[in-house]
């Protein structure tokens, strides 16, 4: 086995003897021993699925569940590629996702398999397979009882044979699917990540379809024998429960996940966690220091993308706006795409704010990255937008100050990432043109006051009034292909949309203004799925959070004669 190269095959069978805990869920437990007989049956089953020549992707739509976990193993036992599929997607997104990547076999639940009704999968849905029917069951039942093929298959043991397809988005609404191979996740497991040992138990609430509770978190414990525990959902209420009910020491979040955490009430249950440390992507520094009050540990921030082309983490001296620094070995740079050329370090004044943001910022990028980079499936329009020899781009927007210190500046074109959710604007756009009495729409990123993006459009309208916001509410229900992170924040009603000199949408000029402009606005709180007129109430409120969180750098300058009173509607 030691002569062979590094694949998740050869980690797998390295666990074919452990009985140290590998897998925690809910009121169930697996030892190692058991999660790798586990994969073996799904190996032997996919193997009997295998649909001829065509690719061999099995299409895994499921909440977290260790089913998830064993159709991994499967697929890198068998050779098979396991594509994540994304539960926000609805309508013809989500088939267009399934038919681009090939998938040849689904696996779901009961309680998402109607989703694939009525849908053009482009396989027979007598592929679909049911987890919790009775036929999965007999299926898993007899596959364990077969002893064909022998384990790991050649192509198996092939470090460069894709074992997983994780979705992200295109610039042009078109899938992208992220190819990581066997080996690539092989070699991102024996990293020893945060110094994960046999000893720690590692908990993810985060969505097995994204890159995060994979490849920063499941997989250090398939490299070290430790403990993987892992929740089906996240959620806030249960996130205290379940780290004392696991003895979890590691966690891993994305996004808001430490917003909504630290919105329940405090508890002494906190400080009574066996926690140690904590890696994650675009928590608030504000977020951030008040878990360390909180729960005694202060969570590792990086960047990074499931690409794998660059990765920028925080070190204990990065000023408290700053992503970090490079990892050793990686030539990190902020280029102007248009040229390549390295764009000026950052400047800025008293107030901390950036003063030649014009040439200051530019693309996040590596220059030696492209060999990091596996490629999108199918897409090589996508790769050629983010390689360019050796240099690697990332499409994210940044600057980089006197120190060497990097900080993330937005993204380019038109990607928006909402609760650490990718998508992009066009097929938001398209729905939303379908609205009675819309000329034109305009989908964009507006900074979230905490972390990351909320999606807000700019609808174009022959008259103002003609926007009923109770009539748009009940319409944007009623879409199935409306994404669950898709619907808009906020709306502007313009009745001329601004244009650039060769007349598309100025989207810049839109991203500049935001709400701070005479137009209607209408705003939908929270969780509401109602809209209601922006008031100066709410800038002001909107404006001070992101203040708080030390965001404000984001938001353009408010009017001179705008004080944002705090009381007014």
């Not at 998402?112 to 069951?137: F, M």
């Not at 979705?167 to 899938?175: K, N, V």
């Not at 020491?249 to 329940?264: N, Q």
Request: proline content about 6%; hydrophobic content about 40%; glycine content about 8%.
């Amino acid at each position: 086995m030691n002569d062979r190269p590094l694949t998740t095959a050869s980690l797998l069978l390295e666990r074919a003897d452990d009985d140290h805990a590998a897998l925690l869920f809910e009121d169930s437990r697996w030892t190692w021993r058991q999660f790798v007989a586990e994969s073996s049956t799904r190996a032997r089953l996919l193997h009997e699925l295998r649909d001829g020549d065509r690719p061999f992707h099995i299409g895994v739509m499921l909440e977290n569940d260790p089913e998830y976990l064993f159709l991994i193993g499967g697929a890198a036992l068998a050779g098979a590629t396991v594509v994540g599929v994304n539960l926000t997607r609805r309508g013809g997104e989500l088939a267009e996702d399934i038919r681009f990547t090939d998938c040849r076999i689904i696996v779901t639940d009961s309680a998402s398999a109607g989703r694939l009704d009525g849908l053009d999968l482009g396989i027979d849905h007598s592929r679909v397979l049911v987890l919790d029917s009775p036929e999965y069951k007999t299926m898993l039942e007899e596959a364990a009882t077969r002893s064909a093929p022998a384990l790991p298959t050649p192509a198996a043991q092939d470090p460069a044979t894709r074992l997983l397809l994780l979705f992200t988005s295109g610039s042009t609404g078109r899938p992208k699917a992220v190819i990581c191979s066997t080996g690539r996740l092989a070699a991102i497991a024996s990293r020893r990540h945060m110094d994960i040992g046999r000893d720690d138990v590692s908990y993810s609430s985060m969505p097995l379809f994204h890159g995060n509770a994979i490849m920063a978190c499941w997989a250090s414990t398939l490299a070290t024998g430790g403990t993987f525990a892992l929740a089906r959902r996240f959620s806030a209420s249960r996130f205290v429960p379940d780290l004392i009910k696991f003895g979890a020491t590691y966690f891993t979040y994305v996004g808001r996940a430490l917003a909504y955490v630290l919105a329940r009430p405090e508890s002494a249950d906190e400080k009574a966690t066996k926690l140690r440390c904590a890696f994650g992507t675009e928590a608030s520094s504000v977020d951030r220091h008040e878990f360390h009050r909180r729960f005694g540990i202060m969570p590792t921030e990086s960047f990074g993308s499931s690409e794998g082309g660059l990765s920028i983490v925080r070190t204990d001296d990065t000023p408290e706006d700053a992503l970090g620094r490079p990892q050793p070995g990686l030539d990190a740079v902020v280029l102007d795409p248009s040229t390549l050329q390295e764009c000026p370090r950052a400047r800025f004044d008293a107030s901390g704010r950036l003063t030649n943001a014009g040439e200051a910022i530019g693309e996040l990028a590596n220059l030696t990255g492209a060999r990091l980079f596996e490629g999108y499936y199918k897409n090589p329009g996508a790769e050629a937008e983010r390689v360019r020899g050796d240099i690697f781009l990332t499409g994210d927007l940044g600057y980089r100050d006197a120190e060497g210190f990097f900080y993330f500046a937005g993204r380019s074109g038109d990607k928006l990432r909402v609760d650490s959710e990718n998508f992009s604007s066009a097929p938001i756009e398209r729905i939303l043109t379908r609205y009675p009495g819309v000329r034109l729409a305009a989908v964009y990123a507006a900074p979230d006051e905490r972390t990351g993006d909320q999606v807000m459009a700019t609808l174009q309208f022959p008259d103002a009034d003609d926007f009923d916001a109770q009539a748009f509410a009940e319409f944007l229900a009623r879409q199935p292909d409306l994404g669950t992170k898709w619907s808009p924040r906020y709306v502007r009603i313009v009745t001329d949309v601004p244009i650039t000199a060769t007349r598309k949408i100025d989207k810049a000029r839109l991203r500049t203004e935001l709400w701070m402009v005479d137009d209607p606005i209408f705003l939908r709180p929270g969780c509401s799925e109602e809209y209601r007129p922006m008031t100066d109430r709410d800038r002001g409120e909107i404006r001070r959070g992101f203040e708080r969180n030390k965001r404000h750098a984001l938001l353009p300058a408010p009017p001179a004669s705008d004080d944002f009173p705090a009381r007014r509607d």
